[in-house]
């Protein structure tokens, strides 16, 4: 392996237009043959349902599958056999989640528009959500923690787990064990496209979901884009990536592990630092190039660093903003002196680390704040998951009869105005004579 490198250095402002196209364009463009395969799979599965999922296990998985259904006894067994440390650890992230996401639950309105009209809109809880947590490349028990915990907060009538199931046809311990401690109702040894589509399509023993969430692989990302029609789903969500803003006052060191932190999880990453003067640049970058030589995922991050990686140098905060808002990261981290009052000038992040000791690992974790965020720019339209993503909303309309009475000439113009005049004789009949 070749010794780690950055994509880019120098200054922002001469960066050629083709480098900063691909900083801010990391959708990659949509992979002709991961969707032509996705779309194999969504149709075999929604054809010949658990004999296709069981099939796919032992193509994909290497996995002979006895049952798609993970026992509850056997998740409950995971989470009493955890290292009870690790289980303490577990427990705590549960905690945090579940206060922090406790506090966003919305609250119905109705408001009176006119005497006698009234119009209201009430959160209603969805009935059953899927929760994806990816198993191929690394497990994540945290993962399932920050889909399963918001949606019990939310009171969702019924939370299934998929995940891709190992050789031996079981999952990951610390899948199992995250699920019972997060409550959830059913675990399947489901992985990929596969377990979208049956989350979507529903099978002969997996039930049909009002919504899919969690993060996955190409394959994942590509399969929920094209289930939309048959069910909703959270943020498209591809490769981490985090941009760190930094003045003088930051730490080289701290910028340079918080970049290794998003390198390490996939060759794909994206890791950008934009710094205030031509010093801590340098010193960011060489710090950065550093600690990848040491790193333990040294493979990855090298790969990372190597087509993604960037120390950019920037003449003020004002041009970092302005980058800020075009480039829409996952992670922003803003090593800044100010760092409080500069949270204000951000726009399009999907998650703002306020100061260089809030870590993004934090954020992964324990802080209760949600790992499930959009990227590849989509933050400028789409939020990270949260107990909002839980619910549909049910609006009604109320008219008194003395209300009707006075819309009734009103919306009887308009209607005809539209040559819709059904509707036109539904409004003038509550006219009073």
């Known amino acids: 392996m070749s010794t780690p490198t950055l994509k880019y250095q120098g200054r922002l402002r001469e960066l050629a237009p083709e480098a900063r196209r691909r900083l801010l364009d990391r959708t990659g463009g949509a992979d ?20 296709a999922l069981r099939e796919m296990a032992r193509e994909f998985d290497r996995a002979e599958l006895q049952s798609l259904e993970v026992p509850r006894s056997e998740c409950e067994a995971a989470l009493a056999s955890l290292e009870p440390k690790l289980k303490d650890a577990l427990a705590r992230a549960a905690r945090n989640i579940a206060k922090a996401h406790a506090a966003q639950k919305p609250q119905a309105t109705e408001v009176e528009t006119e005497p006698g009209i009234f119009v209201g809109r009430r959160p209603d809880p969805l009935g059953r959500v899927g929760v994806y947590a990816p198993g191929g490349r690394a497990v994540y028990p945290s993962s399932v923690l920050m889909g399963v915990v918001p949606a019990k907060v939310a009171g969702v009538g019924e939370v299934i787990v998929c995940s891709p199931p190992g050789p031996d046809g079981k999952l990951s311990a610390g899948v199992l064990a995250a699920a019972a401690l997060a409550g959830a109702d059913r675990v399947f040894a ?19 979901v ?26 498209p969500a591809g490769p981490s990536e985090i941009l760190v803003v930094a003045d003088r006052s930051a730490d080289p060191e701290a910028v340079a592990r918080e970049m290794l932190a998003q390198a390490e999880h996939d060759p794909d990453a994206c890791c950008v630092t934009l710094a205030v003067g031509d010093a801590p640049a340098v010193a ?22 190597r087509e993604r990686g960037a120390v950019l140098t920037v003449d003020s905060l004002e041009e970092a903003w302005a980058f800020v808002a075009d480039f829409a990261p996952e992670h922003l981290l803003l090593a800044t002196a100010s760092a409080r009052e500069h949270l204000a000038r951000v726009r399009n992040a ?48 109320r008219v008194d009869p003395d209300a009707a009475a006075r819309l009734a000439d009103d919306v009887g113009l308009l209607a005809d105005s539209e040559g819709l005049y059904a509707h036109a004789e539904a409004a003038r009949a509550w006219r009073k004579s």
């Open 32 to 51: 002709a043959r991961v969707a032509q395969r996705t779309a194999d799979i969504l149709a075999r599965v929604r054809r010949d349902g658990d004999k």
């Open 190 to 208: 489901l992985g990929g496209a596969g377990a979208v589509a049956a989350l979507a399509y529903g099978t002969e023993s997996v039930p049909r």
């Open 284 to 305: 960011i970058a060489r710090a950065v190039v550093k600690a990848a030589a040491r790193a333990k995922r040294l493979e990855i991050v090298t790969q990372a660093l």
């Open 210 to 235: 009002d919504r899919i969430v969690g993060p996955g692989n190409a394959y994942v990302a590509a399969a929920k884009l094209q289930v939309v029609d048959a069910v909703a789903i959270d943020a």
């Open 350 to 397: 999907g998650t703002v680390f306020v100061g260089e000791t809030a870590s993004v690992a934090y954020g992964d974790y324990m802080t209760g704040a949600n790992h499930v965020l959009p990227t590849a720019g989509l933050a400028r339209a789409y939020s990270g998951l949260s107990v909002l993503d839980f619910y549909r909303w049910t609006t009604y309309q």
